[in-house]
């Protein structure tokens, strides 16, 4: 079965420093991955995806995230925060089900 | 283009009260339906999932329940609320392909 590790429940850092937010998964068979951001008191919305093909993935607004199959990791990349980017955000792994890890709070502090 | 549709946003129920969440979903046929609750510092956990009318699996034991009884209607009830049911209830829907799930703005249920 599938299943994904946030190593980072939460993350501070300044507004306008670079940001990286860990995610590990683990599957026996092909993944498909995801990230969301989850803003307080709302639903989720898809950041990016990786299916198949580049590595590196670009999402909304200007995060990035790589694909490292050797490593098992889809990291979430953004170079320069705003305090807007203050959010809870969520690794996904689909095999059958959309399985996700436990979040990670991004506190941007002015 | 395709919606999402949940309610209440919000909801306060007595321990032992019955409970029913709907969602709904327009612009699309035959979706994956999805219910999923979020308690705090626990992510989100998969409680049901329908991929057709009348067509239900359970994912964990628990107080809850789901039905559906029309393509694009997902409900989610319990006959008798228990504290530990508090949480966000997030539903979501799924075409064919892997291309993810698609939320609804969930609902913040209070068991007190």
């Known amino acids: 079965a599938q299943s994904v590790t946030q190593l980072d429940s939460q993350v501070p850092v300044f507004e306008e420093a670079p940001v990286e937010l860990r995610c590990n998964y683990s599957?026996?068979?092909?993944?498909?991955l995801f990230w969301y951001v989850q803003y307080p008191n709302q639903g989720l919305q898809l950041l990016l995806k990786?299916?198949?093909?580049?590595?590196l993935v670009k999402g909304i607004n200007g995060f990035e995230a790589e694909f490292n199959k050797s490593q098992t990791s889809f990291h979430l990349r953004k170079p320069s925060v705003h305090i807007s980017d203050t959010a809870e955000y969520f690794c996904?792994?689909?095999?059958?089900?959309?399985?996700f890890g436990k979040g990670t709070k991004l506190t941007v502090n002015p | 283009s395709q919606t999402i549709h949940q309610w209440p946003a919000t909801l306060v129920q007595p321990v032992g009260s019955p409970l029913s969440l709907e969602c709904t979903v327009e612009?699309?046929?035959?979706?994956?339906l999805y219910w999923y609750r979020q308690a705090a510092g626990r992510g989100l956990q998969l409680l049901f999932y329908?991929?057709?009318?009348?067509?239900i699996s359970s994912e964990v034991p628990q107080n809850l329940s789901a039905s559906r009884p029309q393509d694009r209607q997902f409900i989610l009830s319990s006959k008798k609320l228990l504290l530990s049911d508090s949480g966000f209830y997030l539903c979501?829907?799924?075409?064919?392909?892997?291309?993810?799930?698609?939320f609804g703005s969930g609902t913040r249920l209070t068991v007190v």
């Open positions: 979501a829907w799924a075409g064919t392909g892997y291309y993810g799930y698609t």
């Open positions: 599957s026996s068979v092909s993944v498909y």
């Open positions: 990786y299916l198949s093909g580049s590595t």
């Open positions: 996904a792994v689909l095999s059958e089900k959309l399985v």
């Open positions: 612009g699309t046929s035959n979706p994956n």
């Open positions: 329908s991929v057709g009318i009348g067509q």
